[in-house]
């Protein structure tokens, strides 16, 4: 149960590269508007473009895009971010985090598979849900409200 | 995006502004590999006004790096941002990279 005011921001749009990156700005946007700390803003606005980028590029696997969703809530808990989208399921613990590249040994060299990487880093824990044909990521980032203001 | 290239001595210095993202990276990506297939192997990618990279826009400059290596070039990164530092950092990139401050020193390196 949270308890004060409880803040939520939510988008939705065409699954598509270009709105991936509207999505990215808008959060750092929100978040700052909202207080957040400015230090971690890009590291947000990267998460979210991560997560929308993966759902435009392999979410709608046909020519017809679907939509996408981007919800912020921030309240007493922390912060949570989530992307959901009706497309195929997709569940980011499941994917192998990329090797440590060694400068030495070129096939160690990450050229994709660094995404999720990326966004779990941005926060403090990340999990998938899969419900109703939808797919559901969330970043939460335990940064209470109340302790922030 | 905004890709800007000139040539100094053996070296093709790209300055690139905007963000390196999903959006533009393909087309940085084959840019790049034309630049290497047609000879320019060393390459000076200036980062002065690139605002965001993401995991693609990595993944760009890895396989121009994979391919500039395997004609004997080189490809190396100056003046990171804040954000794209932190990136290159977390995903490890850096000991990867050559990377350096000041884009007329990564020039200059490169044409020796």
């Known amino acids: 149960m949270t308890s004060g005011l409880?803040?939520?921001?939510?988008?939705?749009?065409?699954?598509?590269?270009?709105?991936?990156?509207?999505f990215a700005s808008a959060t750092s946007?929100?978040?700052?508007?909202?207080?957040?700390?400015?230090?971690?803003?890009?590291?947000w606005e990267m998460a979210v473009a991560e997560?929308?980028?993966?759902?435009?590029?392999?979410?709608y696997p046909t020519d017809e895009k679907g939509s996408m969703e981007l919800l912020l809530t921030w309240n007493s808990d922390g912060l949570e971010i989530s992307v959901r989208d009706h497309g195929i399921a997709y569940d980011p613990?499941?994917?192998?985090?990329?090797?440590?590249?060694d400068p030495d040994d070129p096939s160690t060299w990450p050229e994709g598979g660094m995404g999720i990487m990326l966004v779990r880093s941005a926060g403090d824990q990340l999990t998938y849900r899969r419900e109703d044909?939808?797919?559901?990521?969330?970043?939460?980032t335990d940064i209470p409200r109340n302790t922030v203001l | 995006m905004q890709m800007e290239t000139r040539e100094v001595g053996r070296v093709r210095v790209v300055r690139l502004a905007g963000a390196l993202d999903a959006v533009a990276s393909g087309d940085v990506r084959s840019k790049l590999g034309t630049y290497v297939r047609d000879g320019s192997t060393r390459l000076a990618i200036d980062l002065t006004e690139v605002t965001r990279i993401d995991s693609t826009g990595l993944g760009a400059l890895v396989t121009t790096l994979k391919a500039a290596r395997d004609r004997g070039g080189e490809l190396v990164l100056s003046s990171l941002t804040p954000?794209?530092?932190?990136?290159?950092?977390?995903?490890?990139?850096?000991r990867v990279f050559d990377i350096y401050d000041d884009p007329e020193v990564a020039v200059a390196e490169l044409d020796r």
């Open chain 1, 6 to 22: 409880e803040l939520t921001h939510r988008i939705e749009a065409t699954a598509t590269l270009d709105q991936a990156r509207a």
């Open chain 1, 51 to 59: 997560m929308a980028t993966n759902v435009s590029r392999h979410g």
């Open chain 1, 133 to 140: 044909e939808t797919n559901t990521l969330t970043l939460f």
């Open chain 1, 29 to 43: 946007r929100v978040l700052g508007e909202w207080g957040l700390p400015t230090e971690r803003l890009s590291s």
């Open chain 2, 83 to 94: 954000p794209v530092r932190a990136v290159v950092e977390l995903t490890r990139l850096h």
């Open chain 1, 93 to 101: 613990n499941e994917v192998p985090p990329p090797p440590d590249p």
